[in-house]
């Protein structure tokens, strides 16, 4: 009796694995990010396209201040940066963005790089302009159906507050 339950036991973990297999199999694909410098060109025809006067930061995130903000003190990776936003594809296809008059809150370390690296220049009631190469977004991932994979994309983020 013990052996028809060990050979049941093996048989059912066997048919588990091989099963899990499979659908690890069909589910795993390779994802490759563009490099950021294949995004540049895009950026900065949208940048002047939309009059956009960018400065290229070491990351290759493009950015505006529009206002620097006041205070002593700028955000940095673990603050919980209080914002207004507009997310958009670069065709100008809004894809999030907070209500008319409210605000979001987010740790900044949670957020895109593209944000981590953007919204430590300003600081509160700063007002950024980001053009974020698609490495440095959602990369290969996109976001569900509404960030395509390898998107580059822009925000326009005002600062309202951060602790």
Do not use: H
């Not at 540049?40 to 505006?64: E, M, P, R």
């Not at 999030?96 to 009631?125: E, H, M, R």
Request: hydrophobic fraction near 40%; include cysteine; charged fraction near 10%.
């Amino acid at each position: 009796m013990k052996k028809i339950v060990f050979i049941a036991a093996m048989v059912a973990a066997s048919v588990y694995v091989v099963s899990c297999g499979k659908g690890a199999e069909t589910t795993n694909t390779i994802c490759t990010n563009t490099p950021v410098a294949s995004d540049s060109i895009a950026l900065i025809n949208f940048a002047t396209a939309n009059s956009i006067t960018t400065t290229k930061d070491a990351s290759g995130v493009y950015y505006q201040i529009i206002a620097a903000g006041t205070g002593t003190t700028l955000p940095n990776g673990n603050s919980l940066v209080e914002v207004t936003y507009k997310g958009t594809l670069l065709n100008g296809t809004v894809f999030d963005s907070t209500a008319a008059g409210k605000t979001a809150s987010f740790y900044l370390y949670q957020l895109i790089a593209g944000w981590q690296i953007g919204v430590p220049k300003i600081k509160v009631g700063g007002r950024i302009k980001l053009l974020i190469p698609s490495a440095l977004a959602y990369g290969c991932q996109g976001a569900g159906t509404t960030i395509p994979s390898n998107t580059p994309i822009y925000f326009d983020v005002t600062l309202v507050n951060f602790q």
